[in-house]
T-cell receptor, first 114, second 116 residues
Framework: ELKVEQNPLFLSMQEGKNYTIYCNYSTTSDRLYWYRQDPGKSLESLFVLLSNGAVKQEGRLMASLDTKARLSTLHITAAVHDLSATYFCAVDLGWGGGADGLTFGKGTHLIIQP | GAVVSQHPSWVICKSGTSVKIECRSLDFQATTMFWYRQFPKKSLMLMATSNEGSKATYEQGVEKDKFLINHASLTLSTLTVTSAHPEDSSFYIC????????????FGEGSRLTVL
């Protein structure tokens, strides 16, 4: 059974600081996604990581994937209040057959204080 | 990216009634769609995989008779919560894979069900 663990589950930080969210998973996979969820809303896709060593950046967020370590990171640089949200990583075992859904981590609830 | 639309966005119903939620892929065809459930402050849990033209595949612990899934066309899947009870109150989200080479999943806006 695939397990996806995010750390930390809750994070409160000040604007301007840097921090990293970690996502470990238990089964070999080379596809991992990061999503953002605002209260009462559905998921917003942030990054699609498709291979070992993949690194993607968008604004103050950067995500990376190490398939050998089964680890993905989401790094926040110089945080701003607008980044406050819940962030989920999700591992994809279904590509190819397309028959499986994603397995999500528990989410990291991020609060950025002015 | 591809667009997945859900309807209704929210619904309040009485205990014992049935509620249908629709999930549509607006600009692509989806042979497979996925239904997730999310309780407050929790993560998403896969309920079932909806397959066009065949029976849905349910995850362990999900009652087939309570959560009826129909995938009648390549752009529409429906989830019917039958004889709803307050414990079925949740946020239901569907998703489908896009057709480009990333295989990325796109999510609907979600449907919030409250059963009184």
């Amino acid at each position: 059974e695939l397990k996806v663990e995010q750390n930390p589950l809750f994070l409160s930080m000040q604007e301007g600081k840097n921090y990293t969210i970690y996502c470990n998973y238990s089964t070999t996979s080379d596809r991992l996604y990061w999503y953002r969820q605002d209260p009462g809303k559905s998921l917003e896709s942030l990054f699609v990581l498709l291979s070992n060593g993949a690194v993607k950046q968008e604004g103050r967020l950067m995500a990376s994937l190490d398939t050998k370590a089964r680890l993905s990171t989401l790094h926040i640089t110089a945080a701003v209040h607008d980044l406050s949200a819940t962030y989920f990583c999700a591992v994809d075992l279904g590509w190819g057959g397309g028959a499986d859904g994603l397995t999500f981590g528990k989410g990291t609830h991020l609060i950025i204080q002015p | 990216g591809a667009v997945v639309s859900q309807h209704p966005s929210w619904v309040i119903c009485k205990s014992g009634t049935s509620v249908k939620i629709e999930c549509r892929s607006l600009d692509f065809q989806a042979t497979t769609m996925f239904w997730y459930r999310q309780f407050p402050k929790k993560s998403l849990m896969l309920m079932a995989t909806s397959n066009e033209g065949s029976k849905a595949t349910y995850e362990q612990g999900v009652e087939k008779d309570k959560f009826l899934i129909n995938h009648a066309s390549l752009t529409l899947s429906t989830l019917t919560v039958t004889s709803a009870h307050p414990e079925d109150s949740s946020f239901y989200i569907c998703s489908a894979r896009g057709t480009d080479n990333t295989g990325e999943l796109f999510f609907g806006e979600g449907s919030r069900l409250t059963v009184l």
